[in-house]
């Protein structure tokens, strides 16, 4: 393992992230107190409380999870992406390096972004909100889970990615009507019959799901199912992943 | 003399079916500059990218210092620096960090002492910290060449440096280039100019359609550039050459209607008195004679041509 490398990549790609740090810090913080203006309070005071819990902190997991999500998947895509773009790619390939300490170093940056994404609106939450957390501990891991696996996805769809529209296109098209219909701001709960069963084919409802239950202790699907979900996810990218690097795929001619 | 790069017998098909190189073999000697020498789409690039990883042989093997590429591929590619043809590089980087993730990439500590030595042996130290956005081509090229160094190769591709380049920045070039083989490395550079391969390669390769058609000493091949040829029509056609005329490098061209001598100017005698008085004694009547200079460029456009003809006829 060529860990000096590793830490190269990681490195690079950080310090991209560190020298817009303003800009990283201020938009979510915007965004998310955007969020809690339109949904909290707007719609908020008709709902008032879903499952015993204020709407308003009802809200901030599927808040959170949007973010992570969307900032996994651009930052990993884009990283990956933009050698290719500008053609700087041909170091990758002939550095004495294999593809898994590329993903490392590409996919390790665009989680920790994603992370630092996460905890800023968890943090500007708790100014509108009274969070609470009930496990501490499965929050974590659904949030690093979440970061690890959508950066894998954001790194496959990169790579795939011939011109920017198509970089654009799965967030857009896909992981965004996802997310937000798979309760990030109801409980599926609150859907009509058939909804509900449309929504189990959701797979964003399995980690939100999961990622409430560690605050409030309420989910819409079992725990162990949601785990089973965002585990599975991670390793079925892992698996593309894997292809991609033993067939070259779209890397190496 | 030890050689470093081993191309064996390298082979590269396309996805689309395209056979851009056809089985060369090639040992590149360490210490010397080699350059590659062919026409656009030659197969130069794919050569070079085969050999540091960029894209995958379909048959045949590459070993550098003895590590194969592909099973030894990390000990292989830690001796190997590569600059592309195409500029690239991160526009918002300033030239300093861009050169020192290039180290860290292979896997190497920094070192800022090592660095320093190559933008000042490059002239870029005064530009370390300026974006390499805000550079002209030349210093681009050179930041590229100060990447490709970074990690102190002993093999140093160039893909066709001075492609595009004004007259005054190509000199600067070769005195760079002239500077890292007296530093020791092993310097492999592709161009289609001629000129170039002759002011500062040590050997020739000629490469074209795929094939490597030959690999020289520079100075044997300009030895060949002295020679001229004595062009002879003949009244009649020969079928072969004369028993007599066996003693002189004579071809037979034109289905027999003209004889070739190749002679040395740079020899004492040419020899050229001794052939007529000989054709004149079988009997051979000369139509008329002509003489050329045999150039580079013509041993190149020969060899070029040849094999096409060869394939045709295969
Ligand atoms: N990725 C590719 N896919 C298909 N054909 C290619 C590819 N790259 C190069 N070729 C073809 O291979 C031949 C050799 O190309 P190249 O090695 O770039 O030549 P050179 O560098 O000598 O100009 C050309 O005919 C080119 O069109
Ligand atoms: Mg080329």
Redesign the interface.
């Known amino acids: 393992m060529?860990w000096?490398?590793i830490?190269?990549?990681y490195?690079?790609e950080m310090?991209r992230f560190f020298r817009t740090l303003a800009q990283s810090f201020i938009s979510p913080v915007i965004s998310t107190s955007l969020y809690f203006v339109v949904f909290g309070a707007a719609i908020g005071s008709r709902i008032d409380q879903v499952e015993g819990v204020s709407y308003g902190a009802f809200i901030v997991p599927g808040l959170v999870m949007l973010s992570v999500i969307t900032q996994a998947i651009s930052n990993a895509s884009f990283g990956i992406y933009f050698p290719k773009f500008?053609?700087?790619m041909?170091?990758?390939?002939?550095?004495?390096?294999?593809f898994l300490e590329i993903v490392m170093g590409f996919v390790g940056a665009a989680a920790t972004k994603a992370l630092f994404i996460g905890i800023v609106i968890l943090g500007t939450a708790a100014l509108f909100v009274d969070l609470q957390i009930a496990h501490p501990l499965a929050m974590l891991s659904f949030l690093l889970l979440t970061c690890l696996s959508f950066s894998l996805m954001g790194f496959i769809i990169g790579i795939w990615a011939s011109n920017f529209e198509q970089l654009q296109l799965v967030p857009l098209l896909v992981v965004t009507p996802l997310i937000f219909l798979g309760g990030a701001f109801y409980s599926i709960s609150m859907l009509p019959p058939f909804w509900q069963t449309v929504a189990l084919f959701n797979p964003v409802v399995y980690l939100i799901s999961g990622f409430r239950w560690s605050f409030y202790g309420l989910a819409d699907v079992p725990i162990f199912v949601s785990l089973l979900a965002i585990g599975g996810f991670t390793v079925i990218c892992m698996g593309v992943i894997w292809w991609i690097f033993r067939t070259?795929w779209r890397i190496?001619? | 003399m030890t050689t470093i790069v081993e191309i064996d017998d390298l082979k590269k098909v396309?996805?689309g079916g395209f056979e851009a190189l056809k089985g060369g073999s090639l040992d590149i000697r360490e210490g010397e500059i080699l350059a590659l020498l062919g026409p656009n789409g030659a197969g130069k690039t794919t050569l070079i990218?085969t050999v540091?990883?960029?894209?995958?042989a379909t048959s045949g093997s590459v070993r550098v210092g003895g590590h194969d590429i592909v099973t030894d591929?990390?000990?292989?590619?830690?001796m190997?620096g590569?600059v592309?043809q195409?500029i690239?590089?991160?526009?918002f980087e300033t030239v300093i960090?861009a050169v020192r993730?290039?180290?860290?990439?292979?896997?190497?500590?920094r070192d800022d002492a090592h660095i320093e030595k190559v933008l000042r042996d490059l002239s870029l130290w005064d530009k370390r910290n300026a974006k390499t956005m805000e550079l002209s081509g030349g210093m681009k090229r050179r930041v590229l060449i100060a990447?490709a160094l970074s990690h102190q190769p002993r093999v140093l591709f160039l893909d066709e440096p001075t492609a595009g380049v004004d007259v005054e920045l190509r000199r600067d070039m070769w005195k760079v280039v002239a500077e890292l083989k007296a530093s020791g490395v092993t310097i492999i550079l592709t161009t289609h100019y001629i000129e170039e391969a002759e002011a500062i390669a040590d050997r020739i390769g000629v490469i074209s359609g795929g094939q490597l058609l030959l690999v020289e000493e520079k100075d044997a091949l300009m030895q060949r550039l002295g020679q001229k040829q004595l062009c002879i029509e003949l009244q009649q056609s020969l079928n072969e050459l004369p028993e007599a005329l066996a003693d002189f490098d004579l071809d037979l061209c034109d289905d027999g209607a003209s004889l070739v001598y190749t002679y040395d100017t740079a020899a004492e005698r040419t020899g050229i008195a001794r052939l007529i008085a000989a054709l004149t004694a079988e009997g051979l009547n000369v139509r008329d004679i002509q003489t050329r200079q045999k150039s580079l460029e013509d041993i190149f456009v020969d060899l070029v041509h040849n094999t096409g003809n060869k394939e045709d006829a295969a």
């Open positions: 060529n000096t490398a830490a190269a990549i490195k690079f310090a500008i053609g700087t041909y170091e990758f390939l002939s550095a004495p390096i294999n070259g190496r001619a | 396309y996805d990218s540091c990883g960029i894209t995958n591929f990390r000990a292989a590619r830690a190997i590569l592309p195409e690239s590089l991160e526009p960090r993730y290039s180290r860290g990439l292979f896997g190497c500590k990447k």
